[in-house]
Nanobody
Framework: QVQMAESGGGLVQPGGSLSLSCAAS????????MGWYREIPGKERELVAA???????NYADSAKGRFSISRVNAENALYLQMNSLKPEDTAVYYC????????????????WGQGTQVTVSS
């Protein structure tokens, strides 16, 4: 059983900072890649940033230079530090984890957090 829990988010003024946290809890699984996605009403969910289990990162162009993704493998925890926030960053942010179970080592399952609202407004 895998449970994903997010925290962070909220209301911030343009130019401000916020941090998001996420953790995959449970036992009997391995976490492969992890990432943050966001969803704006009327638009498709989009990748913000991703990180492999080895620490390699990938950012959307809109996030480069402003956001930083990190993880703590021992805790199955994922973080997103967001700086210089803009009104267009307003969205619901979701964490994602690629989970591998030992009985199916060649298959990955996608798990999602519940989503957290980030609003950038003056």
């Amino acid at each position: 059983q895998v449970q994903m829990a997010e925290s962070g988010g909220g209301l911030v003024q343009p130019g401000g900072s916020l941090s998001l946290s996420c953790a995959a809890s449970g036992s009997g699984f391995t976490v492969n890649g992890m990432g943050w996605y966001r969803e704006i009403p009327g638009k498709e969910r989009e990748l913000v940033a991703a990180i492999t289990s080895d620490g390699y990162t990938n950012y959307a162009d809109s996030a480069k230079g402003r956001f930083s993704i990190s993880r703590v493998n021992a805790e199955n925890a994922l973080y997103l530090q967001m700086n210089s926030l803009k009104p267009e960053d307003t969205a619901v942010y979701y964490c994602n984890a690629e989970i591998i179970f030992p009985e199916e080592p060649m298959r990955q399952y996608e798990y999602w957090g519940q989503g957290t609202q980030v609003t950038v407004s003056s």
